[in-house]
């Protein structure tokens, strides 16, 4: 349907023939961003009704007295349902290790959740189709798995500030929402989103649009493509500090790998983008010691350069 | 009524302050807003999510920011 739109309103309405740079770019950037904002509003709003569900003091109970393995994939998977902003992280952090949870499985929790983040789900899904978003779950949900376990069996809990383990925490009465507050909070939360992102998207998708109808192939290739050993490497180091464009990469990158970029380079900016973030690992310096902090960077960042490497492999 | 306004002190926490500054000046009654960041005072009411609104020493809201109808209708 949505193609059919951008058909008629390019070739039929304007006039302007397809297969032209021209038109092949403003077919891109029509069909892309009506289908994006489609998606996004709804996914979004589903997203946000599940996650009324999962609140992180239901998180804590759930993951009890788990021990490590089970603790960490469950930890993983609760990360992607439970609401979370980077303000939180540290009432969170504290809240999980005052709990009794071991620490290995709290950085599971505290990786997945920016890790499989809900824009970068719609937007990979929009644009490269639905197995490719599968890809990036499993492959979120199994570096905070990984990364979780290998930070456990370090030992690094005199790496967490001392002040962690003195603080009691107070039993609060989180009252269960209404249906009707649920939905009110998906509406809000998905306007706060859709306001935050809108931008992005808009000029992501007109930039790859550019690029799809303008970038010789060969270019690309040249820099990014499978020759290129350290494309990887680069792109994991690029995404660190590219956090609050998700939106708008994402777009970049699809034009990107329609010009021959690897799928699992591509995959392995994008995880940086979102896992890896210059402002959570700020806010994580009020409760973990730096070494734990470069230890934490470390861990993620290596997983996802393997991720990539093995993606471009099999892929 | 005291308002105890929970957070860190980022975007977020200083719009629920500011609604609910709004909120108490309509509502006209001796309302107090006091604004919490010291995270053990934080985590002292039992909460992990941020912004969160505490009236009378009772959590009412937390990890979302109320606009200010909705911190009237609390009042």
């Known amino acids: ?315 | 009524m005291k308002i105890h306004i929970l957070g860190s002190g980022c975007q977020n926490c200083m719009k629920l302050a500011k609604n609910a500054e709004e909120a108490a000046k309509a509502k006209g009654t001796e309302c107090e807003v006091i604004k919490i960041t010291d995270i053990k005072e934080i985590m002292s009411y039992g909460v992990m999510q941020t912004p969160a609104i505490v009236i009378d020493g009772k959590v009412k809201s937390v990890g979302r920011v109320l606009s200010v109808e909705e911190i009237k209708k609390l009042l």
């Not at chain 1, 109808?213 to 990014?224: E, H, I, Q, R």
């Not at chain 1, 392995?268 to 402002?279: D, E, H, K, L, N």
Request: glycine share 10%.
């Open chain 1, 1 to 315: 349907m949505l193609k059919f739109l951008a058909d008629s309103l390019v070739y039929t309405l304007m006039g302007i023939q397809p297969g032209t740079r021209l038109g092949d770019t403003l077919h891109f950037f029509l069909y892309d961003t009506a289908k994006v904002f489609l998606l996004l509003i709804t996914i979004i709003f589903v997203v946000a009704i599940i996650r009324s569900f999962f609140p992180p003091e239901r998180a804590r109970k759930l993951l009890g007295h788990r021990r490590e393995y089970v603790g960490n994939f469950l930890a993983a998977l609760l990360g992607i349902v439970t609401p979370f902003c980077s303000c939180s992280a540290v009432p969170m952090f504290i809240g999980f290790i005052e709990s009794g949870l071991p620490l290995g499985v709290t950085f599971s929790f505290l990786i997945s959740s920016p890790a499989v983040n809900e824009v970068a789900l719609v937007m990979l899904w929009g644009l490269f189709g639905w197995k490719i978003a599968l890809l990036y779950t499993a492959t979120g949900i199994a570096v905070a798995f990984f990364g979780g376990i290998i930070i456990g069996k370090l030992k690094l809990e005199n790496q967490v500030e001392d002040y962690v383990y003195q603080i009691k925490m107070g039993e609060a009465e989180i009252a269960v929402p209404t249906w009707k507050e649920r939905i009110e909070y998906a509406r809000g939360y998905t306007k706060d989103i859709l306001k935050k992102v809108w931008i992005f998207v808009i000029v992501g998708i007109g930039f790859g649009a550019l690029i799809h109808g303008y970038v010789p192939m060969d270019y690309v290739l040249k820099y990014a493509g499978r020759d290129n050993p350290f494309a990887v490497i680069v792109a994991v180091l690029l995404g660190i500090p590219l956090y609050s464009n998700a939106a708008g990469t994402i777009p970049i990158i699809q034009a990107l790998v329609g010009k021959g970029l690897p799928m699992g380079t591509a995959l392995a900016f994008m995880m940086s983008i979102v896992a890896i973030s210059a402002p959570e690992i700020i806010i994580l310096r009020n409760v973990i010691k730096p070494k734990l902090l470069a230890i934490f960077t470390g861990i993620v960042a290596t997983a996802i350069i393997i991720v990539g490497y093995l993606f471009n492999i099999i892929l």
